[in-house]
């Protein structure tokens, strides 16, 4: 679905990702999004549409990005969590094996 955003939205988008860029030298995609969503919650819009929506403006202004370190998954970083946090799909997925082809050989290894 084709998300429409204000002008004041898009506009302190712009001026946060602008500012990250200059101060810091890269933007975080995950807090910054917050921040703005935080700033505009009369408009009722989810963090992930403003996620998308910053991470093309660090794009358009050639920024380096980053994310939060709590956006790692446990399947990134299994170390770091002591929980299981993947979603159902890849649970499932876990517990099934694709005909003959043996079940180690679909899963990534985790050192």
């Given at each position: 679905m084709f998300q429409r955003f204000s002008i004041r939205l898009r506009?302190?988008?712009h001026h946060r990702v602008q500012r990250a860029f200059r101060i810091?030298?890269?933007v975080n995609i995950i807090r910054l999004s917050e921040?703005?969503?935080l700033s505009n919650l009369?408009?009722?819009?989810?963090?992930e549409d403003i996620?998308?929506?910053v991470l093309r403006?660090?794009?358009l202004y050639g920024a380096p990005i980053e994310f939060d370190d709590?956006?790692?998954t446990a399947l990134d970083l299994p170390s770091d969590f002591g929980q299981d946090n993947r979603n159902d799909l890849e649970k499932m997925l876990d517990s099934r094996t694709c005909g003959d082809i043996p079940s180690d050989l679909l899963q990534v290894a985790r050192e």
């Open positions: 506009d302190d988008a810091r030298g890269i921040e703005i969503r009369t408009e009722n819009i989810a963090r996620e998308d929506l403006i660090a794009q709590d956006a790692r």
